[in-house]
């Protein structure tokens, strides 16, 4: 367990005795995360930052009663991809599909990458990685983001996009497939530029 993750155990253990103070520093401490994501699943800004604000509401009204399996990162990540999921259907703007089966229009670009791609643009393989990754579905954009942006497990990526875990190495080994042939690299040096697209 990261030290990150086990501070947000922490907090969560204070949250769940009625501890306000440690809900506002997870909130805090995690609302960058959620907004990146949930930005890049509708580009709504008003509505990720609604729904972030009702997912912690919500996250105090039921703290007795949430059990918490997996890190506490994944958690709010699958929980945040559930409500936009939820809003965009009540605004009829999602097919009628089940959970597992939609495929946002994944949004990797310089306003949300900046601090990586601002940095690194003039690098033929950075250049070559946005504009392949771009190319990619978006579902295969997603599973690659929370694998190599967010370090997450397998089961924790399985958990969040609603699927199997058979189906999510699948799905990421079809999308390293596919960005390799699209970027003209081995898959070793293509995972090695995706491990440095990690926010430090």
């Known amino acids: ?29 995690n609302f960058q995360i959620l907004y990146e994501y949930g930005y890049r699943i509708c580009h709504k800004k008003e509505l990720v930052e609604d729904t972030i604000q009702e997912l912690f509401i919500r996250l105090w009204a039921k703290r007795h009663e949430i059990v918490m399996s997996g890190s506490v990162k994944s958690y709010l990540l699958v929980s945040l991809r559930n409500s936009i999921f939820n809003e965009l259907k009540k605004e009829k ?4 599909v089940s959970f597992g089966e939609i495929e946002f229009d994944f949004k990797v670009d310089y306003t949300v990458d900046s601090e990586f791609f601002r940095d690194n643009i003039h690098d033929e393989q950075v250049a070559l990685l946005l504009e392949g990754f ?35 190495y699948k799905l990421s080994a079809r999308a390293l497939s596919t960005l390799k042939n699209l970027m003209g690299v081995s898959v070793p040096i293509l995972i090695a530029i995706l491990e440095n697209w990690k926010r430090i």
């Open 93 to 96: 703007k999602l097919p009628y």
């Open 1 to 29: 367990m990261s030290g990150q993750e086990e501070k947000a155990k922490t907090l969560w253990e204070e949250i769940k005795k009625d501890n306000k103070l440690a809900l506002s520093t997870l909130y805090d401490e």
């Open 134 to 168: 771009n190319k990619l579905t978006g579902r295969q954009k997603e599973i690659l983001y929370l694998k190599f942006f967010q370090g997450l497990g397998q089961e924790e990526i399985a958990n969040i996009m609603g699927i199997t875990v058979k189906a999510s």
